[in-house]
């Protein structure tokens, strides 16, 4: 007899660990995991009722992390309290973690939602249910479905982007030469478009490109499919990363390979671990998104449209084609000083600094 | 769990050692079929460090998965405690933990090896005592780890500079040989030994064949699993230490369906998973197979969308293969 209450005891212990270890992996959003039930009263803001902004994410990542200040600042600057700007992030991709959360907003009755579909098919139906229910729906980071019900989408073009980054490369390799491109996925979308956008712009250069090898979201397969493809193409001139993980590997490989320089090394996003590789000469340039900017811009449309009225909020923020673009940096030993500065000024906390270092050893 | 009884130790080592001769013909023909591809770079010794590396990731795992699976048991948590232990071991050296200054490398390493036992040792206790299925509790564990290294580090690699000397062990070689890999061949000796030489080893494969029989026989059963499981979570430590070091840096983003890659090898390298039969040196040549092609197509520049199928259809071909011999037998 003793036995099933053991097991029943054992089942609620694993339970309540995973529920624990689950809970806090969206630490980007402690509101949103309180699940606040009443209703909030809204506070007039103008004459007019905000109850509540929020943006929903799509993983825990350095990423995300940079948008939610965007959301809080802009929070901040609109003179909304911290209740009534939410940001949430599930700890991995998951479709229908932002499913339910929508559809928990949508009871509640938000002002607005601004969501980076994991999934833009998935999510529309609920995206179509909110804005049935009176609720301002915009999209970033990811774009929605042809003829969504979001109005504006706020995010880079991941194809002019991409370009970019081709236009760089081929910058570096006037005399053209094998390229390897790294990325996460062959299906997703934004990994799909940089590398489309990237093909184009060194269409007709005499850059020709290996297969883009996948490594499935996984830094260590990353490192791996990189050293395999130098080793087996000694005569590579350059490399493209296209997930943020995805320079710093090639950059290890590079290093290791004694290569330094000698391919050339273009790759998205500024972590840490980039910014090392462009101080060490390694990366020549990466693409920064601004994604501070697409929270910053979320928060600011939705606020607008609510308070000004859809037409004039779209106006004022130059809405183009139903898109925001918030555009690219490139960041090369030349301007990473600039850049520096630039995040320093909206107060973006950095992990590195450029103290005691000098762009002229790359030269 | 198979009700057939391995009860003569002689026949199953024979059995064994036929097993992997089939894993090694296949590992040679794999091997020189990629050599005729591109002789001039397949062998090179920077090419075969790639190969070798990628052996040592998965090879570790696969040699507690074996040992597990042997028991009739299976254990998913490993790649989650991967990026865990990684992120641990960076924590511990670049920024502290709760309060706690940054410690030094061996002690971050201990401790983390420490951890990795631990875990094993609570999957044990769940399977053992509690009677949980292996497959529920280090299911748990898979979801934790994940949990716990994307919380820790929210996401943001926990990067080394570039100068530390706690990169040597994944980044380094010794006579062209990664220090990764040496440590590899150490570990896997060290089981093989323990499982073909000690009374211990024939008591794991007694365990998996006939748990039942094994009890009534005056075998501490639960102790045999205790021993396996924790096995299993140090290897996956050592594992997520090594990767850390290689890639310079913690981060949440390794590790994902490690643990499907350490079985597909455990399995292509004769491992049953009904229990009772199975082999380090199997193990090991079907993380080598698993390595191999994935070198080799990138240097064939096969389209990834390709390499998955191919990698695949290897997995269900052994399998068949293996039952296929079976059944003749």
């Known amino acids: 007899m003793k036995r099933p209450i053991f097991i029943l005891f054992a089942l609620l212990t694993i339970a309540s660990v995973i529920l624990t270890a689950c809970a806090p992996a969206a630490p980007a959003s402690p509101e949103a995991t309180e699940a606040p039930v009443e209703v909030t009263e809204a506070p007039s803001t103008g004459g007019v009722e905000i109850s509540k902004i929020i943006v929903i994410g799509k993983s825990v990542h350095p990423y995300w992390s940079n948008v939610e200040l965007g959301v809080k600042a802009a ?73 969504s019900v979001s109005k504006v989408y706020i995010g880079t073009d991941n194809y002019s982007a991409g ?10 390799l006037p005399n053209g030469g094998v390229v390897g491109i790294g990325r996460g996925s062959d299906t997703a979308l934004n990994a799909l478009q940089r590398t489309d956008g990237f093909l184009k712009a060194i269409e007709g250069s005499g850059i020709t490109t290996l297969e883009p090898l996948n490594d499935k979201e996984d830094s260590a397969t990353a490192l791996q499919l990189a050293n395999s493809a130098i080793s087996a193409n000694p005569d590579m001139a350059g490399a493209f990363g296209v997930y943020a993980y995805n320079g710093p590997a090639w950059a290890t490989a590079i290093k290791e390979a004694g290569k330094v320089g000698i391919i050339k090394l273009v790759s998205f996003d500024a972590t840490t671990d980039i910014i090392n590789g462009i101080k060490e000469c390694v990366i020549q340039a990466t693409i920064a998104q601004r994604e501070y900017d697409m929270g910053y811009k979320s928060v600011e449309l939705i606020y607008k449209m609510a308070t000004e009225g859809v037409e004039k909020a779209m106006a004022d923020m130059g ?45 | 769990m198979a009700v057939e009884s391995k009860s003569n130790q002689k026949s199953r080592k024979s059995f064994a050692q036929f097993r992997e001769l089939n894993v090694l013909v296949a590992f040679l023909l ?15 010794p920077a090419n075969l460090a790639v190969i070798m590396r990628f052996i040592a990731c998965f090879g570790m795992l696969s040699i507690g998965e074996v040992l597990i699976i042997i028991t009739g048991g299976i254990d998913l948590s490993v790649g989650s405690l991967t990026a865990l232990t990684g992120v641990l071991v960076a924590t511990l050296m670049l920024k502290g933990f709760a309060g706690i200054p940054p410690i030094g490398m061996i002690p971050a390493i201990i401790i983390v090896l420490c951890i990795g036992t631990l875990f094993g040792l609570w999957h044990g206790f769940f399977v053992t005592k509690m009677r949980i299925p292996p497959f529920i509790i280090t299911l748990g564990t898979w979801l934790i780890a994940k949990g716990l290294a994307a919380l820790i580090t929210r996401g943001y690699p926990i990067v080394y500079p570039s100068e530390s000397p706690f990169l040597v062990l994944g980044q380094g070689s010794f006579l062209g040989i990664p220090i990764s890999f040496i440590i590899l061949v150490i570990f896997a000796s060290i089981v ?8 211990l080893g024939y008591r794991i494969y007694a365990v998996g064949g006939n748990a039942e ?17 924790a096995t299993s979570g140090f290897m996956a430590a050592t594992t997520g230490i090594l990767l850390a070091s290689r890639l310079g840096q913690g981060t949440p983003t390794v590790g994902s369906a490690y643990e499907l890659w350490a079985i597909a090898g455990a399995v292509i390298g004769g491992t049953s998973l009904l229990g009772g039969e199975g082999t380090i040196l199997g193990a090991i040549l079907g993380a080598a197979i698993v390595g191999t092609m994935q070198n080799g197509m990138v240097l064939l520049n096969v389209s990834s969308y390709l390499q998955d199928v191919v990698l695949g259809a290897v997995l269900v071909i052994a399998v068949v293969y293996d039952t296929l011999r079976r059944l003749r037998k």
């Open chain 1, 75 to 147: 929070g901040k600057a609109l003179g909304l309290s911290e209740d009534q700007v939410i940001f949430f992030v599930p700890p991995k991709e998951d479709v229908n973690a932002q499913i339910q959360t929508m559809e928990t907003y949508i009871a509640q009755g938000a002002t607005g939602i601004a969501i980076a579909p994991s999934d833009p098919n998935a999510l529309e139906p609920v995206m179509k249910k909110a804005a049935e229910a009176g609720i301002f729906v915009t999209t970033l980071d990811t774009p929605p479905v042809e003829g």
């Open chain 1, 163 to 172: 370009m970019m980054a081709g236009e760089t490369l081929k910058g570096l």
């Open chain 1, 319 to 363: 809405v183009k084609d139903g898109v925001i673009d918030t555009g690219v940096d490139v960041i090369t030993a030349a301007t990473l000083k600039d850049y520096e500065a630039a995040a320093k000024a909206k107060n973006i906390p950095l992990d590195w600094n450029t103290e005691g270092w000098d762009p002229s050893a790359c030269k």
């Open chain 2, 30 to 44: 794999l091997f020189v079929f990629f050599y005729s591809q591109s002789p001039q770079v397949f062998l090179k």
């Open chain 2, 192 to 199: 093989s030994i323990i499982l073909n030489r000690m009374r």
């Open chain 2, 213 to 229: 029989a094994s009890r009534l026989s005056g075998v501490n059963v639960d102790r045999v699993k205790f021993f396996c499981y």
